[in-house]
Each structure stands twice: as C-alpha cells, then as structure tokens.
C-alpha cells in the first residue's frame, strides 16, 4: 500500500507529478477536508501519515546520495538489483519505472547516456534486451557494480 497525496495534503502545495500503476491497483480517495478532520479526531491516522512520510523523506535521502556519490553504471546496477532483492517488507516497487526514460530521470542522468549504460552492460553479458525490456544474465556482476548500495 502507498499513500498518495500526502505530502501536498497539509500544506496544499500544488501537484507536480503524475501517477501511473504498473499494475493492477486498487485506489481508496478521500476529500481534503474529511482527511484534515479525521486527523483531529485519529492519532492511529496521523501516526501512519508521519510513517508514510518518513519513508519517502529516507527512500529520497538514499537515492539524492546514491545520484550524487556513484557513478551512472554503479547507480544502474544498484537499481535493477533493488527491483529484484527481498526488500523485507520495504516498498521496492515504488521505484519501478515503466521506461527507460523515466528509469534515466530516477538516476539523475539523461535518457541518451543511460541508453549507453544499457548498450555496455549488454556488450558484457550483465543484461540483456529484448523487445523494449532488460533481462539479468549476471547478477553477480551487478553486484560487484552496486558495491552493496540499492535503491530503496
């Protein structure tokens, strides 16, 4: 479950992203004043939110440090690891991507040098394309890559 929303509910800034599903998905939506009024009266709910909140402000830390500490190859190789790694009940699908654009915009890079990574990591065996997706052929590999750093 991921809550949507919350960080533009209490302040009302203004939506500036776009949410898509990767998949099948069941959507629950409140109006901003019953949330707001269920919030003074339901400590449980506010509590979640906090928790909610916390979690993006520490999934943004690590990928804000990831984006500027480790080159592009490294970064990569971290993200398609945390796509497959057991996250221990973390939320690692919210950093899948449905292209390879927006993967490259999770990475603070852009689409053509990105695209270069993937056309490397093919050369070498690590991955493999076929029909517009990636395909792990050397884990191992990408974990040297990673060097113990995933998106979380």
Do not use: W
């Not at 029909?131 to 060097?147: F, H, I, Y």
């Amino acid at each position: 479950m991921s809550v949507i929303g919350d960080v533009e509910l209490l302040r009302q800034y203004p939506v500036k992203n776009e949410v898509v599903s990767m998949g099948e998905s069941l959507l629950l939506a409140a109006g901003r004043a019953l949330v707001l009024k269920e919030f003074e009266e339901n400590t449980a709910l506010l509590r979640f939110l906090v928790g909610e909140l916390s979690h993006k402000m520490y999934t943004l830390g690590q990928t804000t440090a990831l984006n500027l500490l480790y080159p592009l190859e490294n970064r990569f190789a971290s993200y398609l690891l945390s796509l497959f790694a057991d996250s221990g009940g973390q939320r690692v699908e919210e950093i899948r991507t449905s292209t390879l654009a927006e993967t490259a915009d999770l990475l603070g890079t852009s689409y053509r040098h990105l695209n270069r990574i993937v056309r490397r990591f093919v050369e070498e065996g690590i991955v493999e394309r076929k029909k517009g997706s990636l395909s792990v052929l050397d884990q191992n590999k990408l974990v040297q890559l990673a060097n113990g750093n995933l998106y979380e």
